[in-house]
Nanobody, 123 residues
Framework: QVHMAESGGGSVQAGGSLRLSCTIS????????MGWYRQSPGKEREGVAL????????MYADSVKGRFTVSRDNAKKTLYLQMNSLKPEDTAMYYC????????????????WGQGTLVTVSP
């Protein structure tokens, strides 16, 4: 059974930074595009960032471009999300996920996901 565990969430003030990590086991990590999505109460799930299996291509939601950076370490089976210049509207539960799709529809084709880590950004 695939296990994905996010960490690194917390509470920060606007303008601050956080680095999320996601460790994965029992998954052929290098075969999957890996992404982060977020969800907050009353809002739809939003794909935040996606990185190709090779790590040489990335995609970001317009809302986080220039502020967030996704990366992966295939040897460690770990996914990262560096979040800078955080805004109150970034407040959400953040989930890492695996998909065989690298493209705009990746969020509709998830093969595995974690339990999430909460990010709270205060004004």
């Amino acid at each position: 059974q695939v296990h994905m565990a996010e960490s690194g969430g917390g509470s920060v003030q606007a303008g601050g930074s956080l680095r999320l990590s996601c460790t994965i086991s029992r998954l052929s990590f290098e075969d999957y595009a890996m992404g982060w999505y977020r969800q907050s109460p009353g809002k739809e799930r939003e794909g935040v960032a996606l990185i190709k299996w090779s790590g040489d291509a990335t995609m970001y939601a317009d809302s986080v471009k220039g502020r967030f950076t996704v990366s992966r370490d295939n040897a460690k089976k770990t996914l990262y999300l560096q979040m800078n210049s955080l805004k109150p509207e970034d407040t959400a539960m953040y989930y890492c996920a695996a998909s065989l799709v690298y493209g705009g529809s990746w969020l509709k084709s998830l093969d595995a996901w974690g339990q999430g880590t909460l990010v709270t950004v205060s004004p």
